[in-house]
């Protein structure tokens, strides 16, 4: 099935570049959204829509793969194809990017999925977001710690857990389902769902019904927002007539129905909140939230200024007794591990001078990969060699005050 559709990205009111990328044309659609230092971001994302192109004709799918395979292995394609420019060109080590992509075969709609930008459905007047953000806030309200409506709400809600172009086994969500007469779906960068409401959303989808024009009202509505961040919105209806907008009841909300979303689909459209209790919880846990919030400022405003990715930053302190170089963030975030190992060093904690343990228990925090190798090797001799004394201590050490900074920082892995 072709879809008629629209799409449009904008810079925002905030950036000096448009760091997204999409890509919309017959049964093929995607949205990227990158990250990187210069124009780095602008590289990963572009490259990622470009590997799906290969998709366009169907010549990749029609033979031994099905479409959602092809889909599939396109991504994982990307993920590759960015790692290995980033390697190859040091301007852009630690860039990445966001995908979110969906191609139709006949009435099957596949879906792939890495990060931050979503997909939704707008079936019969129903929004329903079909992907789960990869993020931090979303990590904690899965692990119960935070309720989606503070997570709606968070300012850090931008700091992802997964992305293309950091590790060569990129995990790729995906999905299939059955598309129907009047489904209108949009693929949208966080640009937009971070600054518009759902139910804005929804209405504007409900009521503009040319593709374009919809897509154009909603990233000026983001703008309208203060456009912080770059916005990049594409709309696909199933066929020429426009959204089918369902039933509205007399109070609003729309009649209910079932679809043959595929499980694991969330259900996200007026009156998913009324289950969740209020009020009646206690102050502690509201305590824990802010709490968890407080770390969240602290840790983002350490990370990166705008776009924050938590994977892509280095730092360096002790796996057991050896020094060692890690991913990520020092520390736990409310009991979320931010940290992957990268390599252990030759320098045991006894070679570290006694001033400088505390330091890397904490965490030395670093620009890139090198930069964690030379304050690795740098450690014995930290306070000997002029060229290791500027090795600071990680940003994140203005955290240490709040209780959920663990005092077994990095002495336990698992
Ligand atoms: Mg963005």
Known sequence: MAFRLGASSDRGRMREGNEDSFLASGSLAAVADGMGGHSAGEVASAAATEELRSLQDGAAWRGERSAGEALKWAVMEANRRIREMAAGDKSLEGMGTTITALLSDGDVIHLAHVGDSRAYLLRKG?????????TLVQELVKQGKLRP??????????????ALGVDADVQVDTAT??????????????????VVDQATIR????????????SER????????????????????????????????PTGELAGREDDLVAGLRRVGPGT??????GGRSQKLAKRVLGVLVVLVLLSAGILAGRNFVYSRYWVGFDADTVAIFRGVPGDVA????????????????????GYVLSLENGVSAGNLADARRIAACAPVVYQQP???????????????TTTRPTTTTKKRS
Request: glycine share 12%.
């Open 335 to 354: 009991g979320l591990h931010l940290s992957s190992l990268v390599e252990r060093s030759s320098v045991t904690r006894d070679k570290v001078p006694a």
């Open 203 to 214: 209405n504007v989808l409900l009521r503009v019904r040319d593709p374009q024009q919809a």
């Open 273 to 278: 909140g009324g289950g969740r209790r209020r």
């Open 149 to 162: 409506e503070d997570a709606k709400r968070h300012p850090q809600g931008s700091i992802i857990t997964r």
């Open 126 to 134: 129903e929004l329903s977001q079909l992907t789960e953000d990869h």
């Open 218 to 249: 909603l990233v000026a509505l983001a703008n309208e927002q203060g456009g912080p961040d770059n916005i990049t919105v594409v709309v696909l209806d199933s066929d020429g007539s426009g959204p089918d907008t369902g039933v509205i009841d």
């Open 387 to 401: 060229d290791c004394t500027i090795a600071g201590p990680a940003p994140t050490t203005s955290v240490a005050p």
């Open 177 to 194: 389902f059955k598309i129907i007469s009047g489904d209108r779906l949009l693929l949208c960068t966080d640009g937009l769902t971070g």
